[in-house]
């Protein structure tokens, strides 16, 4: 299955226009080319998560049709799904969320965050950092204007054992990266196919030809060369300044058993892998998980496809009921593993969708346009609470009316569940302190 594109067009192509081809187009020893700053701790929270799955809507989800169907509104609004019960008494997901209702005892559903950014490129940035674009932002930009909450992640809970500390599967959603944290800090991309019988993930298996002591003697010239006089390197900022560092992290990860394990899907059980789905979303839900198991503190699982403008009801049809399964089975596989306690599970996207289908000019099929004052995100382990759905839209689901919440109360809950003070402040190269949020306050249903 080929990567998603948004109603922007945008692909890989546009990082690389930005310059960010180098975090992931040419492995990762390339990514490790760039350093990142340091931070000031303000207090210390106890974590009731190690690891997170970000599972990413990209384009916006609508919520009518997953998790906050309106049975009782016009025909033009509710749609043509049905609403089903859940295993919770009064509470209602789509149709198609068949599996996920069979076990929303395991899980909280929240149903009120709202902000005022309905592009794809300021609402992806103001809900993967937490932080609103400082100027206006186009839909189909790629933003950084804050480092994301996996670069984050990575920095404060990265133990530089072999692996990554921050993955992002197919690709890396246009605001996930890490802005002035440096690229030592954005997500290694697996742009590989974990579905394929071929699959092999770039820089984790030793090149052809290259054996382990061919590599330390590549090492060795590059110190050779690394002793050639430069003039006042750290302001220039040498790309070279440290290359002996960061070649001995790609090393670390090449010959790493740990990368080696975690990677090495085939391993999985045939009914595993049925289980997840075989298709490359199962799979890479899947992989997510066995990434957990060596020790990732967070994995994006990167899902286009979401920007429902036409054939809203034809496509999610068909999309629903497998994406349904790939995620109710990642939760429930950690849960029967013992992970879940300490493993954060979260879909969700950019926004939700308008409550009125319309057909827009140049379709022939309705669809639903883009959407900030409403949407639903998912959020499982890691201390959340099951059963719990936290706020309500109104009947119409037009906007979130009932314990209103914004993305900075959803990104400083993911940081209070991994230990990290959402209060605490960063520097930038010039100086400049950055909170990690403006408001470091968590939403206090889902905490357990």
């Not at 996207?349 to 009125?356: A, L």
Request: a neutral charge; one cysteine or more.
């Amino acid at each position: 299955m080929g990567i998603w594109k948004n109603c922007e067009g945008t692909t890989r192509r546009d990082c690389l226009k930005l310059g960010l081809g180098g975090f992931f187009g040419t492995g990762l020893v390339n990514a490790l080319r760039h350093q990142g700053l340091t931070a000031d701790s303000v207090r210390s929270i106890a974590p009731t998560a190690k690891n997170c799955i970000l599972i990413w809507m990209d384009g916006g989800p609508t919520h009518f049709e997953t998790f906050d169907p309106k049975p009782d509104a016009p025909a033009e609004i509710r749609g043509e799904f049905e609403p089903i019960a859940t295993k919770l008494p009064g509470v209602h997901f789509s149709q198609h969320m068949k599996k996920l209702a069979s076990i929303n005892d395991r899980f909280s559903m929240i149903r009120s965050i709202r902000h005022n950014q309905g592009n794809h490129g300021a609402g992806n940035h103001y809900m993967m950092t937490g932080a609103p674009p400082r100027i206006p932002v186009g839909c189909g930009a790629f933003v950084s204007f804050h480092p994301s909450i996996g670069s984050v992640a990575a920095k404060e809970l990265g133990k530089g054992d072999g692996l990554p500390a921050y993955f992002s599967l197919a690709r890396m959603s246009r605001s996930g990266g890490p802005n002035f944290l440096g690229a030592k800090y954005a997500p290694f991309v697996v742009g590989d196919d974990p579905n394929s019988s071929s699959f092999r993930v770039r820089d984790v298996a030793l090149p052809k030809g290259l054996t382990s002591d061919g590599f330390h003697n590549r090492s060795g010239l590059r110190k050779l060369v690394d002793k050639l006089p430069r003039i006042n390197e750290e302001a220039a900022g040498d790309p070279v300044l440290a290359l002996d560092e960061y070649y001995r992290q790609g090393f670390n990860l090449i010959t790493s058993p740990a990368a080696q394990e975690a990677f090495d899907i085939h391993k999985e059980p045939d009914e595993v892998r049925e289980r997840f789905g075989r298709d490359s979303f199962g799979q890479r839900c899947l992989l997510a998980r066995r990434l957990v198991e060596a020790g990732v503190p967070f994995t994006t699982v990167y899902d286009g496809g979401w920007d429902s403008h036409s054939n809203l009801f034809g496509a999610l049809g068909t999309r629903l009921p497998k994406w349904d399964n790939s995620v109710a089975t990642l939760i429930e596989d950690l849960d029967e593993r013992g992970m879940l306690d300490s493993t954060l599970v979260i879909a969700l996207g950019e926004f939700g969708r308008t409550p009125k289908i319309s057909t827009l000019s140049g379709q022939t099929k309705a669809g639903r346009d883009h959407w900030a004052n409403a949407m639903s995100v998912l959020m499982a382990g890691g201390g959340t609470p099951g059963g719990v759905v936290v706020g309500a839209t109104d009947k119409n689901g037009y906007s979130a009316v009932e314990r209103v919440l914004s993305p900075e109360n959803f990104v400083s809950t993911i940081y209070t569940k991994l230990g990290i003070d959402p209060d605490k402040v960063y520097y930038t190269p010039q100086g400049r302190p950055s909170h990690l949020v403006s408001d470091p306050t968590p939403i206090d249903e889902v905490m357990g």
